[in-house]
């Protein structure tokens, strides 16, 4: 049974850091991409981060471009999100993504993330 479990959320005053971790299962699991999600009180989900679980690259949205940065451990089928100078508005349910090389998505629960201004 394939599962996705995104960790590392929770509360944090505006200009502070955190770091989520999402685990992709099984580990045989073929994973062409991984990426980060979030959604946000009365609003759409929307596109974080994305990383290429084969050759690295990455790309970002442009609002959190130079503070988050995604990162992976292939062998474990596992990404980061190193979030750094979090605003009131990044406050939101942050999902993780993982696509299948034959493209299949799996979507994790998600990890509430909470900024204090």
């Known amino acids: 049974q394939e599962q996705v479990v995104e960790s590392g959320g929770g509360l944090v005053e505006a200009g502070g850091s955190l770091r989520l971790s999402c685990v992709a299962s099984p580990r045989s699991l073929s994973l062409h991409d991984m990426a980060w999600f979030r959604q946000a009180p009365g609003k759409e989900r929307e596109f974080v981060a994305r990383i290429n679980m084969i050759s690295g690259s990455t790309n970002y949205a442009d609002s959190v471009k130079g503070r988050f940065t995604i990162d992976k451990d292939s062998a474990e089928n596992t990404v980061f999100l190193d979030m750094k100078t979090l605003k009131p508005g990044n406050t939101a349910i942050y999902y993780c993504?993982?696509?299948?090389?034959?493209?299949?998505?799996?979507w994790g629960q998600g990890t509430q993330i909470t900024v204090s201004s």
């Open positions: 993504n993982a696509k299948h090389l034959l493209g299949q998505e799996y």
